[in-house]
């Protein structure tokens, strides 16, 4: 496989649900990131591990959890979510230097979550 | 607060051109990048201008002024494939990327 695989592709769960969505990138990256995308607004950064280390964000509920084992897999777990939380998730994964993220981001095709 | 805006929805003609704006006031400037989305697909990287000026690649075009805090896409001899999703997104003086909504481009034949 070639480029950064996501599974599911789609999964629908219950408010009470523990659920995991999976990344898994082929391109030898060395960063890797989670955003969710809802219908008409710009992408939402949820997490980003550079070098294995994540980086903070304070604004993502602790209902997201993410985990990430190596430089190629990406987790994020899902426990108690709430029906606003019906999004795409998209992982991503880029080239870093030390000095910031080179640029180009390589894409998933998403895994469509809806929460009932 | 730091901002990119650009058109919601726009329709063109298959074989014209069309012109997809963006505009941004962002914490700093260290590049802004063109990422295009088919429905159900990927974000796919177009194109990334850092310096003033037009970058051209193909059908496509990128044109950015960072005095004025504006870019836009250009894409020429419009195809039906062109029907997607174009996202703006500007990197700031952090290195964070901080995205526009999207710009749904239709093509009619």
């Known amino acids: 496989e070639t480029g950064v695989t996501q599974t599911p592709r789609h999964l629908v769960m219950g408010m009470t649900n523990k659920k995991s969505l999976k990344c898994e990138q082929h391109l030898g990256h060395n960063a890797m990131y989670w955003y969710k995308q809802s219908a008409k607004k710009p992408l939402e950064l949820m997490f980003v591990y550079n070098f294995k280390e994540q980086t903070e964000n304070n604004s993502v509920p602790s209902r997201f959890s993410p985990e990430c084992p190596n430089s190629s897999h990406l987790f994020l777990h899902l426990h108690t979510l709430q029906p606003e939380d019906s999004a795409l998730y998209l992982c991503?994964?880029?080239?870093?230097?030390?000095?910031?993220?080179?640029?180009?981001?390589?894409f998933g095709e998403g895994s469509r979550l809806t929460v009932l | 607060g730091q901002n990119i805006d650009q058109p919601t929805e726009m329709t063109a003609t298959e074989g014209a051109i069309v012109q997809i704006n963006c505009t941004y006031q962002?914490?700093?400037?260290?590049?802004l990048f063109w990422y295009q989305q088919h429905a159900g697909e990927a974000p796919t990287f177009l194109s990334y201008n850092v310096l003033d000026g037009l970058e051209e690649k193909g059908r496509f075009s990128s044109f950015l002024s960072r005095s004025k805090g504006y870019s836009y896409l250009l894409l020429k001899e419009l195809q039906m494939k062109d029907s997607a999703s174009y996202l703006c997104?500007?990197?700031?003086?952090?290195?964070?990327?901080?995205w526009g909504a999207g710009t749904k481009l239709i093509i009619k034949p």
């Open positions: 997104a500007v990197r700031d003086s952090n290195y964070q990327l901080i």
């Open positions: 962002t914490s700093g400037f260290n590049g």
């Open positions: 991503a994964s880029s080239q870093d230097n030390e000095g910031g993220f080179t640029g180009e981001l390589f």
